[in-house]
């Protein structure tokens, strides 16, 4: 393979069409908050109990210290690799290839969650209005996954307006739900007459700091795709002010969102053993809360929302992977197909394509070979991606940090502690993944992804690709 050059920010002929709405939307949607409030606080529930917005309102500040260090990076190296890009630019074409290749991978990882969750909300959906006779899981998620490749290849601000749309009425009705849920229990119609509020935010004596650390991973994952607009820096219009602005506002609401959602569903649900054991349980957080307290209607609507979360999801995720790849590749072997545009100089389709069928391929491959079922796999690829995306942070904070030291002017360099501080967050995350290890798929899930983060350190040393 030829030569990676030592900036791997170079431009080419994306048409710079996309203004703040659209960045916003590729932003929201890649982040999902619907789908991510469906879904995500289950599983760290049975580490930490009721401190789900504990978790959250922590999960928002590191967050943001990482949101700080894609907006100065942005700001300075605006490019389709995100942080392929960035990190070629300040720590060099090797550490940039590792960053951007765990990134795709995460990405890749990121659209089997949103084509699974498709799958999912739509057969929950299909049981409940025809169950005599519906097609599977599997048949929908092969849907979703259609459509996605279908809106993939549109132009990008068409597809980035779907996005925001899909979205912003998504979480309208999110958090109309949840104040009215929250009116209710502190009127006395919830399931505790006198609802601990503060008993979400302070932790008892039987809660580690490890296992606050281990529930911030799914926090991290709530998060992960705020930074797929990073990967438009050569389609928005004006990259250095607008890409920076989305970044940090879309965390910033977005941490104020999930905090708000998960307070209203741990107090819905209950915070004593019987609730919290419900709460765990859910398939669907929204759906099930709405059905508690406003009947089915209520719940049918916020499924109905989550699938097209989902589909939003699915679709931010495959533009991002698609722009990594695709910017990867135009400095890897510039004579690929996949490193070209369409004949409008919009998107990259075929990468597009060749994204989606990957992330439809590996949905496959846990349903079929290892005979995942339900909702599992939407918990494996979501583990597999925002472990990847941690790598790719780690990269960038650091990158971040570096360039503050370098800067010439020395002003500013107080600021050093916000990437040291997001560093060491991210490190001390991925160990408590690590070790102890867990049972079963998520003791193997951690390696699996290490091995894919050094692929390309081994390609560089068997010289398949020259350093």
């Known amino acids: 393979m030829s030569e990676v050059p030592q900036n791997g920010a170079r431009r080419t002929s994306f048409l710079q069409g996309l203004g703040v709405r659209e960045a916003i939307g590729v932003s929201l949607a890649g982040m999902g908050p619907t789908l991510a409030m469906n879904l995500n606080p289950q599983e760290p529930s049975q580490h930490v109990g009721r401190l789900i917005p504990l978790v959250f309102l922590l999960s928002t500040v590191l967050v943001i210290m990482v949101a700080w260090?894609?907006?100065?990076?942005?700001?300075?190296?605006?490019?389709?690799?995100?942080?392929?890009?960035?990190?070629?630019?300040?720590?060099?074409?090797?550490?940039?290839?590792?960053?951007?290749?765990?990134?795709?991978?995460?990405?890749?990882?990121?659209?089997?969650?949103?084509?699974?969750?498709?799958?999912?909300?739509?057969?929950?959906?299909a049981a409940k209005f025809h169950?005599?006779?519906?097609?599977?899981?599997?048949?929908?998620?092969?849907?979703?996954?259609?459509?996605?490749?279908?809106?993939?290849?549109?132009?990008?601000?068409?597809?980035?307006?779907?996005?925001?749309?899909?979205?912003?009425?998504?979480?309208?009705?999110?958090?109309?739900?949840?104040?009215?849920?929250?009116?209710?229990?502190?009127?006395?119609?919830?399931?505790?007459g006198d609802p601990p509020i503060r008993d979400l935010f302070i932790p008892s004596s039987g809660i580690s700091p490890s296992a606050i650390t281990l529930a911030l991973s799914f926090g991290f994952l709530s998060f992960a795709g705020f930074e797929m607009v990073a990967t438009m820096g050569e389609e928005v219009r004006r990259p250095t002010f607008t890409i920076p602005m989305v970044l940090l506002g879309t965390v910033i609401g977005g941490g104020v969102v999930y905090t708000f959602v998960t307070t209203a569903e741990v107090l819905g649900f209950g915070t004593d053993p019987v609730g919290m054991a419900r709460f765990a349980a859910s398939h669907s957080l929204l759906g099930d809360l709405g059905c508690m307290y406003f009947g089915r209607w209520c719940g049918d609507l916020l499924d109905i929302l989550a699938t097209f979360s989902a589909l939003g999801c699915g679709l931010a995720s495959v533009m991002g992977a698609s722009r990594v790849l695709f910017a990867m590749l135009r400095e890897l072997a510039p004579s690929s197909r996949l490193a070209r545009l369409s004949a409008g100089g919009s998107s990259p389709v075929l990468a597009s394509l060749c994204v989606i069928g990957v992330a439809f391929a590996g949905y496959a491959t846990m349903r079929l070979v290892f005979h995942a079922s339900g909702s599992v796999p939407f918990f494996w690829a979501s583990t597999l991606g925002?472990?990847?995306?941690?790598?790719?942070?780690?990269?960038?904070?650091?990158?971040?940090?570096?360039?503050?030291?370098?800067?010439?002017?020395?002003?500013?360099?107080?600021?050093?502690?916000?990437?040291?501080?997001?560093?060491?967050?991210?490190?001390?995350?991925?160990?408590?993944?690590?070790?102890?290890?867990?049972?079963?798929?998520?003791?193997?899930?951690?390696?699996?992804?290490?091995?894919?983060?050094?692929?390309?350190?081994?390609l560089m040393g068997a010289g398949m690709i020259r350093r």
């Open 131 to 192: 169950p005599a006779h519906h097609p599977s899981v599997f048949f929908f998620t092969l849907v979703g996954a259609l459509l996605v490749a279908v809106l993939s290849v549109t132009v990008a601000r068409l597809a980035a307006l779907a996005l925001i749309t899909l979205e912003g009425v998504a979480v309208a009705v999110m958090l109309a739900l949840s104040a009215a849920v929250i009116w209710q229990v502190l009127h006395g119609h919830g399931p505790q």
């Open 69 to 125: 260090c894609f907006a100065r990076l942005s700001r300075l190296h605006p490019n389709a690799g995100s942080a392929f890009g960035f990190v070629s630019a300040v720590m060099g074409p090797r550490a940039g290839l590792v960053a951007g290749w765990a990134l795709l991978g995460s990405y890749l990882c990121f659209g089997m969650v949103g084509i699974s969750g498709f799958g999912l909300f739509r057969g929950d959906l």
């Open 386 to 458: 925002v472990l990847g995306l941690l790598v790719a942070y780690l990269l960038v904070v650091l990158s971040a940090g570096l360039s503050l030291l370098r800067d010439p002017s020395k002003e500013g360099q107080w600021q050093v502690m916000i990437p040291a501080i997001a560093a060491l967050s991210i490190g001390y995350t991925l160990w408590v993944n690590v070790y102890p290890a867990q049972q079963g798929a998520y003791g193997v899930i951690p390696w699996i992804v290490l091995g894919w983060c050094l692929l390309p350190v081994f």
